[in-house]
T-cell receptor, first 112, second 113 residues
Framework: ELKVEQNPLFLSMQEGKNYTIYCNYS?????LYWYRQDPGKSLESLFV?????AVKQEGRLMASLDTKARLSTLHITAAVHDLSATYFC????????????FGKGTKLSVIP | DAGITQSPRHKVTETGTPVTLRCHQT?????MYWYRQDPGHGLRLIHY???????DKGEVSDGYSVSRSKTEDFLLTLESATSSQTSVYFC????????????FGPGTRLLVL
């Protein structure tokens, strides 16, 4: 059974600073997803990481995947207030599996 | 945005009453999912469908049933609502490919009194 653990669960950071959210998973996952959720809203897909060493970037966010370490990271560069949201990672336990297992989410607050 | 709607968007009901939530998609995606979101738990899969009339249980399926009679509609039924089913319910769709992800609907807030 795939388990996904994120840390930290809460993150308060100053504008302009850099930080990383970590996503560890317990068993093999053939892909790793990152989502963003604003308060009271739905989930928005950010990245899909398919293979070991995959790196994707969008604006101030960069996601990477290390399948050997069973670790994905979401790096935030020079944070701005608009990045305040809850970020979820999710894994899929293998090809043919339709199910995603989500972490509990990291609530990010960017303060001036 | 993926064409996914959920109805109702908000509902208040009483313990013991049946409740049906509807998810409707216009993307013709094969797979549909129902999740619940609760503080401290992230999202947990209730049921999913991999085709018309093909459904299976997820992590937290007790007390819930689903039906899919058309590609575009996936219904979630709480046969006899309990207070523990107070939650935000999200529908999602996907059509697995290399870059495919799950696209989420706007959510339904359900309060069971």
């Amino acid at each position: 059974e795939l388990k996904v653990e994120q840390n930290p669960l809460f993150l308060s950071m100053q504008e302009g600073k850099n930080y990383t959210i970590y996503c560890n998973y317990s068993t093999t996952s053939d892909r790793l997803y990152w989502y963003r959720q604003d308060p009271g809203k739905s989930l928005e897909s950010l990245f899909v990481l398919l293979s070991n060493g995959a790196v994707k970037q969008e604006g101030r966010l960069m996601a990477s995947l290390d399948t050997k370490a069973r670790l994905s990271t979401l790096h935030i560069t020079a944070a701005v207030h608009d990045l305040s949201a809850t970020y979820f990672c999710a894994g899929r336990s293998g090809a043919g599996s339709y199910q995603l297992t989500f972490g509990k989410g990291t609530k990010l607050s960017v303060i001036p | 945005d993926a064409g996914i709607t959920q109805s109702p968007r908000h509902k208040v009901t009483e313990t013991g009453t049946p409740v049906t939530l509807r998810c409707h998609q216009t993307e013709n995606h094969r797979y549909m999912y129902w999740y619940r979101q609760d503080p401290g738990h992230g999202l947990r899969l209730i049921h999913y469908s991999y085709g018309v009339k093909d459904t299976d249980k997820g992590e937290v399926s007790d007390g819930y049933s689903v039906s899919r009679s058309k590609t575009e509609d996936f219904l979630l039924t709480l046969e006899s609502a309990t207070s523990s089913q107070t939650s935000v319910y999200f529908c999602a769709i996907s059509d697995w490919g290399d870059q495919e992800t799950q696209y989420f609907g706007p959510g339904t807030r359900l309060l069971v009194l």
